[in-house]
């Protein structure tokens, strides 16, 4: 799987900033060592394409794939309240704010922790 791609971003910015932020790949599946569990490692914002695949066949498998992410029986809704804390491992999650908390005020404070490589099941 090859990402980023960011589609707000005008082409020549994407190119420009390429030698800072290179083209990655990535396994589809993923292995969370700590567990051996098997993941979807896909994102509808940066994963591009899946690799060894035409664009039609990488297009039609990453729908079906993003459309399987995106089921509420995997999905999780908190209940804030003051001094709530969550955190997630993005190693596994998917993280999406919905904006249904009007007129409160939303407030997140975000750190991300340097991970393991990602290992696919193959590897």
């Known amino acids: 799987m ?16 390429r030698p800072q932020f290179p083209t990655v790949q990535h396994p ?10 098997r993941v979807l490692f896909v994102n ?9 695949m035409s664009p039609t066949e990488s297009d039609e ?8 992410v995106h089921r509420p029986e995997f999905q999780v809704r908190l209940r804030w309240q003051p001094n709530t804390v969550a955190f997630w491992d993005n190693r596994a999650c998917q993280h999406y704010a919905a904006s249904d ?16 490589r990602p290992v696919g099941v193959s590897s």
């Open 28 to 37: 589809v599946v993923r292995v969370i060592p700590e567990t051996g569990r």
């Open 101 to 116: 908390y009007f007129p409160a005020r939303r407030v997140m404070e975000r750190i991300s922790i340097v991970g393991d």
């Open 2 to 17: 090859e990402g980023p791609v960011l589609p707000d971003m005008p082409p020549e910015t994407v190119e420009r900033l």
């Open 44 to 52: 509808l914002s940066f994963t591009q394409r899946i690799v060894g």
């Open 61 to 68: 498998l990453l729908r079906m794939l993003y459309r399987h």
